[in-house]
């Protein structure tokens, strides 16, 4: 389990070294992502109850994949952000991307 904003997480260290390798972040770092504003939807992944977080980490927009508990939000995945993910971050902060993200 790890903590960040007083947000707990749980994240598989082979899930984590396997993003790493896939998508350039390990699912440990990507809980940055909660330091700054992000947007949050559901997923349309059928199944399981999952959600996206979008937000800024490193002037990049990243999306994580979290599955919320009772108390803690185990993490799935995490990548950069897709277009249609970019224009709803920037559309609900009401923020210009200007070319950044």
């Not at 598989?12 to 809980?31: P, R």
């Not at 990049?60 to 919320?68: D, F, M, N, R, S």
Request: glycine share 8%; hydrophobic share 40%.
């Amino acid at each position: 389990m790890y903590e960040i904003e007083g947000v707990k997480f749980a994240r598989d260290l082979q899930k984590s070294a396997a993003n790493l390798a896939q998508h350039g972040i390990s699912l440990t770092e990507a809980t940055a992502l909660w330091r700054g504003t992000i947007v949050t939807l559901p997923s349309t992944n059928p199944g399981e109850m999952r959600h996206l977080a979008i937000g800024f980490m490193a002037g990049k927009l990243w999306t994580v994949v979290y599955a919320p508990r009772d108390d803690h939000f185990p993490l799935i995945s995490a990548r950069r952000s897709r277009i249609h993910e970019k224009t709803f971050f920037h559309q609900i902060t009401g923020t210009d991307h200007g070319g950044q993200s």
